[in-house]
DNA sequence: TTGGTTGTTGAGCGATCATTCATAAACTTG
DNA sequence: CAAGTTTATGAATGATCGCTCAACAACCAA
């Protein structure tokens, strides 16, 4: 009976990202919305509620995606340490690439950082999506440990910390939009540091 | 003859400074500028010219207070690599402690992430600072090399960005809002990286 | 005082902000 | 086809955006 929807809610979902993690949340009107999702006001509306709700579905979206990344990542690797240590080189290269992506920063970050005082809602959904992704980071470095790849009396969770905030850093690092040479030995310095955590053989 | 202005130009950018940490850019409307530096528009512009001009000029102070900070810190250190370790050991610290500073996350990050695709103008300017700041750290560990702290055949610059890298991810973690605790483990770990590039003694 | 200069004020500018809703269009079912 | 249901449209909303400027206030030199 009804008249089916001409849109599909995930391109626009992906269409969303992309301007979103150039612009940011403030940085991007209804406006510059409406002609990148290529649907009017009423229809944005009917769908996500509002800006806060497409850039909150946006967010999630982007984050899904960046987990399952990872977990096809690491998939090709025996080793959990080594995997890590590609995963930073991967991103050093991804990011060195022109038009690789709609911006070289993680979504995640800059929306923690503008809206950690403008916009608690966001903030919290940042914080959240952070906090899942360290846990994931201190999984995988739990087997790392049960697979005696690094010492058994390793903090995990705080190594995990720390492999985020160098992603962190790499990642706005690029955004300086550094030579792609010197992104590359960013990535590589990054590795070596878990390199210092791996049980001496 | 002129009749002398009644505020004080520097304390107006200092409030300057402490709005737009906290909100960034887009995030500060003229309204709430006019209240926090208690100014009317008039005056603003007449001072400031934009809020272009005014945020250029916060930048500018914020980038120049860190720098003298930077400076004052390594006087009191005859080591350059203790006293950098210790430069990130207080970073870590100081994003600690509640209502130190408007905001953890460093205003020239969080411009570089929020105007890179949204105001040249400003991107240019965060990008000439970080610059600046990457010189700063590689002649510092010039000095260290020539002093022989650190590996003769050590790239300072390179060095210099993994450095500014690890400070950005700091205080990008500390913007997550983690225990003293945590941070100041975090600030540990990074100081502990610059350990492994010390000249074996 | 007075004249000249500069600073301060705040109402108000056009533009744009996010959002709404009456209307028209598209589709399925009977 | 006609009836019934849902989606799509985009002009229009009030609020707020960054910003201007004519009028006024404050000061100094003469």
Redesign the interface.
Known sequence: MPRPPSYDREAALAKAVSLFW???Y??SSMKQIEQALDMRPGSIYATFGSKDGLFSEALANYAQQGGADLSEHMAGYDSIVAGLQAYLREIAGSCADTDCAP?R?CLI??T???A???NPALYSQA?SV??AIETSFAELLESARNQGEIAAQT?CR??A??L???????R??A????SAA?LE??GD??AA?LE?YKVRN
């Open positions: 150039q612009k940011g403030h940085g911006a920063a970050v800059k923690l950082l503008e950690s005082n403008t914080q952070l906090a903090d705080r190594l910390r720390l985020q905030s160098q992603i962190m850093g790499l706005a690092m955004e300086r939009n550094p010197e030995q960013l310095d990054m540091i210092s």
